[in-house]
């Protein structure tokens, strides 16, 4: 049973990355331009260009998250995702209380361990990370980070 679930490990963990960075960079979309509901607490408006953190919590939502879906820099691009969204929980929900079910912080703990495993994971199947290091391998160069971890 764990050769099988280990041959699907690439394939999960691509599925994982394109469901987290659509779910992240939708929040984004929301924020900037207003569509799926708007920004939150604004009924259904945007965040004003240039407003600390908002509007720059909104781009790297916008932009890292888009870069995780189409698994293109996915590690660099994970790493900033959960950073933003670690300085989220500390900076605005940790303030009201201690646990994220308390203080509202659940989805940006979440965000933040799901990017931070796929910093540590790569991009794993359907990626273009991928698609990149198997041609940067024909040209000779190492491709050891694409491969998958094994447990």
Do not use: K
């Not at 280990?6 to 984004?28: E, M, T």
């Not at 260009?49 to 932009?63: D, E, F, K, M, S």
């Not at 189409?70 to 933003?84: I, N, P, Q």
């Not at 509202?104 to 359907?126: I, K, M, P, Q, R």
């Amino acid at each position: 049973m764990s050769a099988r679930l280990n041959s699907a490990q690439p394939y999960v963990i691509g599925l994982f990355r394109v469901v987290l960075g659509l779910l992240f960079a939708v929040h984004g979309a929301a924020s900037l331009f207003g569509v799926l509901g708007g920004a939150a607490g604004t009924n259904g408006g945007t965040i004003a260009a240039g407003t600390w953190p908002g509007w720059y919590a909104a781009v790297i939502q916008l932009v890292a998250g888009g870069l995780v879906l189409l698994g293109l820099g996915t590690r660099g691009a994970a790493l900033v995702a959960s950073g933003s969204m670690a300085y989220a929980y500390f900076d605005v929900h940790q303030q009201a209380a201690l646990w994220p079910i308390q203080n509202g912080g659940e989805l940006s703990v979440l965000f933040c361990w799901g990017f931070f495993l796929l910093v540590f994971t790569g991009s794993g199947a359907f990626g273009l990370d991928r698609l990149f290091g198997r041609r940067a391998a024909a040209e000779g160069e190492s491709s050891a980070e694409q491969q998958p971890l094994a447990a």
